[in-house]
């Protein structure tokens, strides 16, 4: 036993160990608490005359206030003069906004009250109750309004049979796996209750629908089974009659498949589609005739990727292309001549919505100062911001942003976001906190980059520079760029990473000894390489749903064939070697490197097993900290806020911990989340 003096130091360190280490030096900046309390933008939708702008605004639940959750949904509405009014608001979750044609009512899907299902809702402009205009025996998913109001397609899960919900009753819960999911129908209804619901025969599971203008057709993706890699890689748009449910045609796509629209005389379709089967994420800007075939590419050689579209008149296109870390709203003819640039160099355009005749947009906005906002541009007018969701976060300092250029050790050029120390003494090297993206099919923009998993502005506020590196194989740069790392996974793409730690070491902002590692998902692929294969680089690494052994991952994953078309190219079978040594675990013996572990149970995407494996590993070597930390319920990433606190006040913790404390043995496990709640996530 260890004297009572010792056993009182110890006890008195435990209980310091619930809470966070105090901030470094800087008192002002973005609290970690803020950081969970900030509202955003969501969907927007023009109204048909351009008058109104629909909006939903993402409320955080109030931590041990509330029941614990995912944030609310709100609809808000506004003019061009602004400020906005709440319509449906509270204890709320508004999805899938849209417009009567008539442009008097908004309508959305939610879930209110009693409600068993999630059914279809409206609510006028003018003012009063929201008045529920569509039910179904189970949950409504998307839906499109016929052109003249009276009718409404939409999408939902087809019913269990009664044989089988009275089995369950018994006790009879078992799953068939990938055989027995249910698939998503089609149905069209009318709107004023008269006349009967009926279904549209067609085969495979839908996945979004859209009704013409002309009235005739609805454009519908499909996909062969209710299975995630079939609706990454198989889906395709038909053609559908309207009344008959007959197809009428197709859309000759090779691979992944994005957003879709109609032109105002629905004699085109505009889509975002992948360029090829090995496309890792759909991009190209495309339009096809009404009775299908093969869309036209509009901006072939685009170094970027277009996922935002909508209709300036029949025959123009607006689009959202992301360039880099920039965003440009442009507009092309069908013809793909008269391609022109609207706004660039700005804040980064992340959600797009026209009126009817073309002439006023309204668009969801973020920037390093701010999440997302509302922003309306009339004819040819610069885009204007209209809505200020965290009026307090003016008064906050903020640490300076700026991008970051430098060349790998092969010659290429890549490019990031550096988010500065809130306060640096002259000539200090700071410790830094390199944020990896996931997908690898996605990137970073020069946008508001803080998050309750990569707490950008809120670390900086710590003493730390935070660095988000846009890898090869990263979106943003065209197909070619995001196809380097195919067929070699955790290679030069992870060397990129190091490359970008050296280039900010260089220009003497960075202590080589004081660098950590996080990220989600393929993130967290790099997180659990950089504590392993380059152990030597990283002080700490914090991984996060992420992947540890390739060759259990792809048989556990939901996305084995897009992982094989996007990402390997090989399947295990066929070269054991690629897999095994582009697994952390097989570099696991290398590792010295502080390792904090967190997982959902429910992920589907990537099994907790791939945390559990690397935590035995780690744990059994001994040569290093290790920790491992599971969220029930849980999927790809955190959705409650409870859960969402905890995971940065543990992210947090360790990085302070080995960058900026004593390191050695790892913080107590537990966390007291109230009082760090209640001390700002101090």
């Known amino acids: 036993m260890f004297p009572a003096k010792t056993r009182l130091l110890l006890l008195a360190s435990l209980c310091a160990g619930f809470l966070l280490q105090p901030a470094p030096a800087a008192a002002a900046g973005l609290e970690l608490r803020q950081l969970h309390e900030l509202r955003q933008v969501g969907e927007v939708a023009m109204s048909p005359d351009g008058a109104l702008t629909a909006y939903t605004v993402g409320v955080p639940r109030q931590l041990f206030v509330e029941e614990d959750g995912p944030a609310w949904s709100e609809l808000h509405i506004i003019d061009a003069r602004g400020p906005g009014r709440g319509y449906v608001v509270g204890q709320v979750n508004v999805s899938a906004l849209a417009w009567t044609p008539d442009g008097a009512t908004v309508t959305f899907l939610a879930k209110r009250g009693e409600d068993e299902t999630r059914r279809l809702y409206g609510i006028d402009t003018a003012g009063g109750e929201a008045r529920q205009l569509l039910a179904h025996a189970t949950d409504i998913k998307g839906y499109s309004l016929s052109p003249d109001g009276t009718r409404v397609a939409f999408i939902a899960r087809a019913e269990e049979t009664e044989a089988l919900e009275e089995a369950r009753k018994h006790g009879f819960s078992q799953r068939v796996y990938e055989e027995d999911v249910r698939p998503y129908l089609l149905y069209i209804a009318p709107l004023d209750g008269a006349g009967e619901t009926r279904v549209l025969e067609l085969e495979g599971s839908a996945q979004e629908v859209r009704w013409s203008p002309a009235g005739d057709r609805l454009a519908v993706k499909l996909s062969p089974r209710e299975l995630i890699d079939d609706v990454l890689m198989r889906t395709r748009v038909f053609f559908v009659a309207a009344d008959t449910g007959a197809v009428l045609g197709a859309v000759d796509t090779p691979g992944k498949v994005g957003r879709m629209a109609w032109a105002p005389d629905g004699r085109h379709l505009g889509l975002v589609m992948a360029a090829d089967l090995n496309d890792p994420r759909e991009g190209r800007l495309a339009v096809v005739g009404r009775d299908g075939g093969t869309p036209r590419d509009l901006l072939p050689g685009l170094e970027g990727h277009v996922w935002h579209l909508g209709w300036r008149g029949a025959d123009r296109l607006l689009y959202i292309s992301y360039e880099g870390v920039e965003a440009r709203l442009g507009e092309i003819g069908i013809d793909g001549r008269g391609d022109r640039t609207l706004a660039a160099d700005g804040p980064i355009w992340d959600a797009l919505s026209v009126s009817a005749d073309g002439r006023t947009v309204a668009l969801g906005a973020h920037a390093p100062a701010h999440p997302r906002e509302v922003f309306h541009m009339a004819g040819r007018r610069a885009p204007q911001r209209l809505t200020v969701s965290n009026p307090w976060l003016e008064d906050v300092p903020l640490a300076r942003q700026e991008v970051v250029r430098y060349r790998a050790r092969d010659g290429l050029e890549l490019e990031g976001l550096l988010i500065h120390p809130l306060e640096r003494a002259e000539g200090a090297r700071v410790p830094l906190i390199l944020a990896v993206h996931g997908g690898p099919e996605a990137h970073y923009s020069n946008g508001w980059l803080s998050s309750y998993a990569q707490p950008g502005q809120a670390a900086a506020a710590r003493g730390y520079a935070v660095f988000y590196p846009n890898y090869r194989a990263s979106t943003g740069r065209g197909v070619a760029f995001s196809k380097l790392n195919h067929g070699r996974p955790a290679a030069a793409e992870f060397d990129d990473l190091v490359d970008g730690v050296d280039h900010l070491v260089a220009i003497g902002l960075v202590d080589a000894d004081r660098v950590g590692i996080t990220g989600g998902s ?151 989340a109230r009082a760090a709640w209640e001390a700002g996530g101090d």
């Open 522 to 672: 393929y993130g967290g692929y790099a997180s659990a390489w950089g504590a392993t294969r380059y152990s030597e680089r990283f002080a700490a690494a914090v991984m996060f749903v992420g992947i540890s052994d390739k060759i259990s991952m792809l048989g556990t994953s939901d996305i084995p064939t897009e992982l094989y078309h996007v990402h390997y190219q090989t399947w295990p079978w066929e070269n054991w070697a690629l897999y095994r040594e582009a697994s952390p675990i097989f570099h696991a013996a290398n590792s010295r490197t502080p390792t904090l572990i967190l997982h959902g149970e429910a992920d589907p995407r990537v099994d907790r097993s791939q945390s559990m494996i690397l935590y035995r590993y780690l744990k059994l070597l001994g040569q290093a900290p290790v920790r491992l930390v599971l969220y029930p319920g849980e999927g790809h990433g955190n959705q409650r806020a409870a859960s969402r606190w905890d995971y940065t006040l543990r992210l947090v913790r360790w990085m302070d911990h080995y960058l900026q404390g004593d390191g050695g043995a790892p913080p107590a496990y537990p966390v007291d």
